[in-house]
Structures are given as structure tokens and as C-alpha cells.
């Protein structure tokens, strides 16, 4: 059973342009959530998916991103028009469901870096 | 990845006691920090401590971290109800990020 996979492992963007990271969670998981790490600080929560559904996008910026988890395929958290602060880590994990779950299993993560 | 070790894996308690949850980890790490989960919510972090540092406070939380022991502990003072949650302890390796099983609180009113 293949853990999370997150593509590609490392990005590199010039300013202006877009930027696709793909997750595709554990088989048997329909639950997905996006994290950014800048260097040298924690995880921050940006959005948490359901299959076609977004359930909290609280940490989610009002502007130029978005995410997405289709019925078939990974999820994609879609960056329009990157900028340098846009540079970070971004992982995804994914779980079997809500309630007590006590893991998440985390992708490797996405390193973006916006020239 | 999943790897480092926390226990207690559940703790009850009333509120206003302490809670102190531990992690153990097993290489050497850029940092340590911690983490919160509530029921069906994605991860809120709480804390950072570096690994050149040797405890660290915030609000009622307090961290500490023993690298010679590979071993970091929570203290949340004063608990409430509201504190009720899974904890996990995550650690940067290189800028690899790998997460404990967590530690689930239950605060009784």
C-alpha cells in the first residue's frame, strides 16, 4: 500500500507564472489536507478536502490559490501568478475518515521556489 | 512518513490538572514542534523549539526538549475543556517533516 504521493518534489517557478502540486492520498482515503511550511516554522493548515467537496479553506488565501480533489485523480492545490512569499513547503496528508483519527499520513512534500 | 514515538497514547484528566504528553524521536533534528488536532480539522501548530534551545513557553504550554535523550515533552497547565484534542509531535530533519502517532486528550468538565 503506497503512502501519500506528492508531484513534483521540487518546483521551481518565476514570478507571474502558475503552479499545479499534485497529491494523490493512501488508497481507501478521501480525506485531504494542504499545509505550507515556510523555512525554519511549522506546518500552517490551508484547506482540508473531501472527494469534490471543500469542507474549511480557513487557511487558504482569498487570492490566487485554490484547491481541488475531483472525484477521480489527486488533489491539486493550484497557485495563479506565484510570487517570491509564495517559496515554501507544501505537503498534503490525507486520512480514512473524520472523527478520532489520530493520523494523518503525510506526503514528502512539494519544495516551491519562485525565481 | 510516520515515525517518533508519544505517549501516553490517551490521557483523561478533570479539568484544571495538567497534562503532559512526551515524544521520543530517533536522529537528529533541526527543530521540534508541536502540533494540535481537533475532531475532523486539519493540524494547528502550536509550538517550534530548535534544537539549540532547551525550553520554550507559550501562554500554558510549555515545551521542553532534551536532545541528549532524543525526547521532547507538552505541558498544557490548567487544562480545559476546550483542550480536548489529538497532539502530535513533528520532527524536521532536514527539512524532511515526520510525525508522531499522537497523543489523544480528553479534559473532563
Known amino acids: 500500500n503506497a503512502g501519500v504521493m506528492q508531484n513534483p518534489r521540487h518546483l521551481v517557478r518565476r514570478r507571474g507564472q502558475e503552479a499545479r502540486l499534485r497529491c494523490s492520498p493512501m488508497?481507501?482515503?478521501?480525506?485531504v489536507y494542504w499545509y505550507r511550511q515556510l523555512p525554519e516554522e511549522g506546518l500552517k493548515f490551508m484547506v482540508y478536502l473531501q472527494k469534490e467537496n471543500i469542507i474549511d479553506e480557513s487557511g487558504m488565501p482569498k487570492e490566487r490559490f485554490s484547491a481541488e480533489f475531483p472525484k477521480e485523480g489527486p488533489s491539486i492545490l493550484r497557485i495563479q501568478q506565484v510570487v517570491r512569499g509564495d517559496s515554501a513547503a507544501y505537503f498534503c496528508?490525507?486520512?480514512?475518515?473524520?472523527?478520532?483519527?489520530?493520523?494523518?499520513?503525510f506526503g514528502p512534500g512539494t519544495r516551491l521556489t519562485v525565481l | 512518513s510516520q515515525q517518533g514515538e508519544e505517549d501516553p497514547q490517551a490521557l483523561s484528566i478533570q479539568e484544571g490538572e495538567n497534562a503532559t504528553m512526551n515524544c521520543s524521536y530517533k536522529?537528529?533534528?533541526?527543530?521540534l514542534q508541536w502540533y494540535r488536532q481537533n475532531s475532523g480539522r486539519g493540524l494547528v501548530h502550536l509550538i517550534l523549539i530548535r534544537s539549540n534551545e532547551r525550553e520554550k513557553h507559550s501562554g500554558r504550554l510549555r515545551v521542553t526538549l532534551d536532545t541528549s535523550k532524543k525526547s521532547s515533552s507538552l505541558l498544557i497547565t490548567a487544562s480545559r475543556a476546550a483542550d480536548t484534542a489529538s497532539y502530535f509531535c513533528a520532527t524536521d530533519v532536514s527539512n524532511d517533516m515526520r510525525f508522531g502517532a499522537g497523543t489523544r486528550l480528553t479534559v473532563k468538565p
Open positions: 488508497k481507501g482515503h478521501s480525506h
Open positions: 496528508a490525507s486520512s480514512p475518515s473524520t472523527g478520532w483519527t489520530n493520523e494523518q499520513f
Open positions: 536522529t537528529s533534528i533541526n527543530n
